[in-house]
C-alpha cells in the first residue's frame, strides 16, 4: 500500500475497531432496476442522527490535527430505503499545519435499517496531494462502481471506509472473549479489504479528557498489510452500548501518533467514564 493508502487505513482501524467534497453521484434512487439479491435489515441501539465526536490527533507532544465525524439526518432514500448521512472531516493545526497541512472530507449516505452504505465520497488534501473517490455502492447487485468507470463485484453488506465504523459498533461484544477476531469486509481504494481486529481484553484508560472503562482491540496482521506485528496499533472503545473509540495509538519510525476522544454529544446511551 502507498503512503496515502497507510494513512487512509489507520484512520479506518482508529475508528471500527469495534467499532473519515461533495460531488454529485450517479443517481441511485428510483426503480431502474430490479432487485437482485435481499438487502440486509439489522435492529442497533448504538447511534442516532444528532451524534458528533470529536477526536485531538497528537505526534508525539504536539497537537498534529483535529477530526469529527457527525450522524445527520437526511430525506434521501435509496432503492426506496431511508438512509443517514455521515460526515468526517480532518485538518492539520498549529505547526504541523505549516509543513504538512491536512484538509480531508469523508462523506457516506448508508442504509438506516441495514447499516451497509450506498453513496461514498472522498475529498483528501494532504500535504500538497489532492485526490477525490466516489464510489456507488448497488449493494442489491453486490457491486460498487468507482469515479474510475470500473465496476466491481463484492461481498454482501460491504462496507466503505466510514460506515465501517457505525456497522462495527452494532457487533454484540458483551461477551467477547480475549483472542476472539470480527471482521468486517470493506472496499477500499479499489480493492476488497478485510478489516480484523482482534480483542484484547477490558482496560480502564485515561487521556486528556478523563477516564474511560473500555474495550482493547488490535488488527489481525496480514502480509503484505500495513503493520508489522499487532502491537503497531491499539485501539481502545468505551465499554458501553455506545461503542465509542476513545484511544488509538500507532508506532512509527520516530515515536508515536495517538487519536484521542476529545468530545462528543447526542450519545444514545451514557457514556462508561469514570
Partial sequence: MNAMT???ALLLLGLCAVPLAFAQAPPVEGTEAMETFPLRTLQQNAF?????LDFIVHYGFMNAGEATVELQATDRKIQGRPMLHAVGTGRSLGAFDLFYKVDDRYETWFDKKGVF?????????????EFSQ?????????QVSTQKERTHDVPADVQDMLSAFYYARTLDLRHAEPGQVFEIQTFLDDEIWPLRMKFVGRE??????????CLRFQPVVQEGRIFATNDDLNVWVTDDGNLVPVLAQAKVLVGSIKMELAGYSGLVHPIAKL
Fill in 204 to 213: 480502564t484508560i485515561k487521556v486528556r479528557s478523563g477516564r474511560y472503562q
Fill in 134 to 142: 466516489d464510489y456507488l455502492y448497488m449493494q442489491h447487485r453486490r
Fill in 48 to 52: 442516532q442522527a444528532g451524534e458528533r
Fill in 117 to 129: 452504505p450506498w453513496v461514498f465520497q472522498r475529498r483528501v488534501s494532504e500535504g500538497g496531494y
Fill in 6 to 8: 497507510r494513512k487512509s
